[in-house]
């Protein structure tokens, strides 16, 4: 009776391990290895060099994927020369029919700093083009920006440059505006705009007398 139930347990658990060490096979190893045989999308896996706007300038970043199938995992470096230059994050999600979904957090555990990326494959596969969502733990907010992934970093070079071109031709725009205005009121301002301005409502003040003697004349 003994030997029956002992035996019956032993059945049990080595059953229960069979399956379980199938499961694991089948979810980790086979289904990844038939996912990857039939994949059908860009290659995405390999080194990616990231950009997106800040408050302090432009963010830069190096992007390492790995992908099993559909399943992407990786890791992100901050390369600008900032606070956070050397930050480490660990990322996992998916790359579906064009579609990176990803979500990202630090591996520095007295950090909170995490957030989500989303990005659509163009330009032949050689960028990614989507958004990200930052949570900052410094400043306990979320903020929502553009953001690009290049396959190359002189692509990336090539672009930065012409985002600082832009914003130094918005700068001098918009100092030559403020020099503008600034020449608009010292005129306005200016004792002779003063003496036109009188002249002009004293001229405006005589020729509504003579409208008003030639209306008075007219009724006579």
């Known amino acids: 009776m003994t030997d029956n139930i002992i035996a019956g347990l032993v059945s049990g658990v080595l059953a229960t ?20 045989r039939v994949y059908k999308d860009v290659r995405i896996e390999g080194t990616w060099f990231s950009l997106y706007p800040t408050t302090v300038g432009e963010r830069q970043e190096t992007v390492s994927i790995e992908r099993h199938g559909h399943e992407v995992k990786g890791t992100i470096i901050c390369t600008t020369a900032d606070a956070d230059q050397g930050e480490r994050y660990n990322l996992s999600g998916s790359f579906r029919n064009m579609i990176l979904t990803l979500a990202y957090e630090t591996e520095d555990q007295q950090k909170t700093d995490r957030g989500t990326i989303t990005l659509k494959c163009v330009k032949n596969g050689e960028r990614l083009k989507g958004k990200i969502a930052i949570y900052h733990d410094r400043t306990d907010s979320i903020d929502v920006c553009d953001i690009l992934w290049f396959r190359s970093r002189e692509d990336l070079s090539l672009v930065l440059s012409d985002v600082r071109k832009k914003d130094e031709q918005m700068k001098q725009l918009r100092e030559r505006a403020i020099e503008a205005a600034k020449e608009m009121r010292i005129i306005a301002e200016s004792p002779s705009a003063s003496e036109e301005r009188g002249n ?13 003697k030639n209306s008075e004349s007219t009724g006579a």
């Not at 694991?24 to 190893?29: A, F, G, N, P, S």
């Open 17 to 36: 391990f069979i399956v379980f060490v199938f499961t694991k096979l089948w979810t980790c190893q086979i289904i990844p290895w038939f996912e990857n």
């Open 200 to 212: 002009q409502a004293n001229s405006e003040e005589s020729l509504s007398d003579k409208e008003a």
